[in-house]
């Protein structure tokens, strides 16, 4: 714990699935701690023991202690909750045990201080509790405007920006759903009994696209399709970055497939490869 002013007297209590009182809690103490150094007088270690066994929620409540005539203390107070263990190697049984070990003051969010009656292979595990973000309170902050408008506004700023992105993105993700299907070929013959599935990827460098009618022939071992127009009415085609899916047909098998042969009429404002 790290008050803004020191010395800050206060009492902790905490309470287990409720709100702890003055007689009813699981653990209590006062701080700072008399008899401590500056980094042990605000430090708080909870035993297994002291909790009881429970686990689950708990509530700490914090009372300022006051003196005569003092009605009220302007300070603030920063909590951190860690949980940590000091545990040493058993070789006989194989095993990471804990007895003759404890955590000490000193310990931090960074480090664990273990104080052991014995020396052996020791470890440590810790972990810092994450502060818990509640959105139904975020309404209060802009009410604090007067007090503090550079946070306020950062704030706002950052909502802003997060509601263009989100924005931006939708509108991405539905001009690639309209990219990602498939073109049936409008000079394709309705009576033809075979298809064969296209598909064309553009490259992403620079230049890639190309405005220009493209027009393909497959080439098979037994026969050549005849020449059929890579267009779609409804999309654009050949963009940079595209997969373009075209299904042409043939009256038919054209057998196995042995090459093709494309070219373009070179027209439009990019027609280069």
């Excluded at 003092?70 to 909750?81: C, D, E, M, Q, R």
């Excluded at 550079?150 to 993105?169: E, I, K």
């Excluded at 080439?219 to 059929?228: E, F, R, T, V, W």
Aim: aromatic content about 10%.
């Amino acid at each position: 714990m790290v008050p803004s002013v020191d010395p800050l007297p206060f009492k902790l209590f905490l309470g287990y699935m409720d709100y702890p009182t003055d007689t009813n809690y699981v653990a209590m103490t006062e701080m700072p701690l008399p008899g401590t150094t500056q980094e042990e007088k605000y430090t708080w270690l909870l035993s297994p023991t002291k909790l009881k066994g429970n686990t689950g929620l708990h509530y700490l409540v914090v009372r300022p202690i006051v003196g005569p005539g003092v009605k009220s203390i302007n300070a603030t107070l920063s909590i951190t909750p860690i949980t940590s263990s000091c545990k040493f190697w058993n070789e006989t049984l194989l095993d990471w045990k804990d007895s003759g070990c404890k955590v000490g003051f000193k310990t931090t969010h960074l480090i664990t201080q273990c104080l052991c009656k014995h020396l052996t292979f020791f470890g440590s595990s810790f972990f810092v509790t994450p502060n818990l973000v509640d959105p139904s309170r975020t309404a209060e902050l802009f009410a604090t405007f007067a007090e503090n408008p550079v946070v306020v506004c950062f704030v706002g700023a950052l909502f802003v920006s997060y509601l263009l992105v989100v924005v931006w993105a939708r509108r991405k993700d539905i001009k690639d759903t309209v990219k990602v299907k498939g073109t049936v070929l409008e000079d394709n013959d309705p009576m033809d009994n075979y298809r064969y599935l296209l598909c064309v990827c553009t490259g992403h460098r620079i230049g890639a696209s190309t405005s220009s009618q493209v027009i393909l022939t497959l080439l098979g071992a037994d026969g050549n399709s005849k020449p059929h127009h890579l267009t779609d009415p409804k999309k654009p085609v050949f963009e940079r970055g595209a997969v373009d899916l075209f299904l042409l047909t043939t009256p038919s098998s054209l057998g196995e497939l042995q090459g093709i042969r494309l070219w373009h009429n070179n027209s439009g404002s990019h027609p280069a490869w």
